[in-house]
């Protein structure tokens, strides 16, 4: 079992950055390959970012490759989401999820573990 909270989110003005964290608990986050999902209001939650364990390679939406860069710290039990060049259309709920499965995933169903979101809004 493990918990996951975010933090980081807030207003931010197009062309801005962002930088989300998600702290775990519990033990061998390492094992756990961790993503960044993005619901907005109306729409389905979406795939935005996963690293693997190893850290090696990690995988992106194409609507913000370029932009986000998600890297983990194991040491610390952290995964984070390194947001630039904001634009409106990346104004949603930003979740943090933990699978157990050996490889990354970008659909939800194959995450076991979530956070409670932390809010994301950029003006225009």
């Known amino acids: 079992q493990v918990q996951l909270v975010e933090s980081g989110g807030g207003l931010v003005q197009a062309g801005g950055s962002l930088r989300l964290s998600c702290g775990a608990s519990?033990?061998?986050?390492?094992?756990?390959?961790m993503g960044w999902f993005r619901q907005a209001p109306g729409k389905e939650r979406e795939f935005v970012a996963a690293?693997?364990?190893?850290?090696?390679?990690?995988s992106y939406a194409d609507s913000v490759k370029g932009r986000f860069t998600i890297s983990r710290d194991n040491a610390k039990n952290t995964v984070y989401l390194q947001m630039d060049r904001l634009k409106p259309e990346d104004t949603a709920v930003y979740y943090c999820?933990?699978?157990?499965?050996?490889?990354?995933?970008?659909?939800?169903?194959?995450?076991?573990?979530w956070g409670q979101g932390t809010q994301v809004t950029v003006s225009s």
């Open positions: 690293v693997p364990r190893s850290t090696r390679s990690p």
């Open positions: 999820a933990a699978s157990t499965r050996p490889y990354v995933s970008l659909f939800s169903y194959n995450y076991n573990y």
């Open positions: 519990g033990r061998a986050f390492s094992t756990y390959v």
